[in-house]
């Protein structure tokens, strides 16, 4: 069943790009990206939705919890009610994470098994070997790459950086909001420190966790961390200006 609606179609996407006249394996990757974060967008867009309104009505759920604390029962019940006045989906984001990460792991060996060679037996019947080289603006794609690596990192700053979650927070600060709890300032040093820490995390898994394990996809896996990484960028921005004007 994972080999028939997770990782075949998603190797035959990719070899089907690469048959594109002009298009090698690091464009087809980048078109890749692309096509499989338009699909999950839906999913995305309501998770950070989610995000943003949870936060917005954190206040009221703190003070659900301490009226409430001694009734476990009507303590769920009156959160539950909050969330559905609000339109919060509090299960948005486990869902995107339950879809997603399949996929992600399908990539993984989708990458994996598209180097050094295309394999003629994954293929479909309709799709055809490519032509395209293993490269990425005639630059080599197989092994790691320390520019790649570097690039993933500095992107996923980027992205913590300007994220709604780090927008909201700035936003609260200026206005004269204090975070106030153990809580509260717990959550806020925690996002401070994952500003720091995901980048390091990003550039050592490209640099070298995954090339331990997928040496010759380590340049390809670290072209999609980056695409996608910068999809959710726009995406949160656009959502932003857009959806939520702030």
């Not at 399908?106 to 293929?123: G, N």
Request: with cysteine; aromatic share 10%; charged share 15%.
């Amino acid at each position: 069943m994972y080999n028939t609606f997770i990782f075949l179609p998603l190797y035959n996407g990719l070899v089907a790009l690469m048959n594109i006249p002009g298009i090698d394996l690091g464009l087809a990757v980048i078109l890749f990206t692309a096509i499989v974060r338009l699909v999950l967008y839906p999913l995305s867009k309501s998770a950070l939705l989610t995000q943003v309104r949870m936060k917005d009505v954190e206040p009221a759920i703190n003070k659900i919890k301490v009226d409430y604390k001694d009734n476990r029962q009507l303590q769920a019940q009156k959160m539950m009610e909050l969330y559905k006045a609000k339109n919060i989906k509090p299960l948005s984001g486990v869902l995107l994470l339950i879809v997603q990460l399949p996929i992600l792991l399908a990539l993984l060996s989708v990458f994996y098994a598209v180097t050094p060679i295309v394999k003629p037996e994954l293929l479909y019947s309709f799709v055809h070997l490519p032509a395209a080289s293993t490269s990425l603006f005639g630059v080599s794609l197989l092994g790691k790459s320390l520019i790649l690596s570097l690039l993933t990192g500095v992107i996923q700053f980027l992205q913590l950086h300007y994220s709604l979650a780090s927008h909201q927070t700035r936003l609260a600060a200026k206005n004269g909001v204090k975070q106030e709890g153990s809580t509260a300032e717990m959550m806020s040093s925690m996002n401070n420190n994952m500003k720091y820490f995901m980048p390091i995390l990003a550039f050592a898994s490209v640099y070298w966790l995954i090339p331990a394990r997928y040496p010759q996809a380590a340049s390809i896996v670290a072209i999609y961390w980056s695409v996608s990484t910068l999809f959710t960028l726009c995406q949160e921005l656009y959502i932003r200006k857009k959806l939520l004007k702030i």
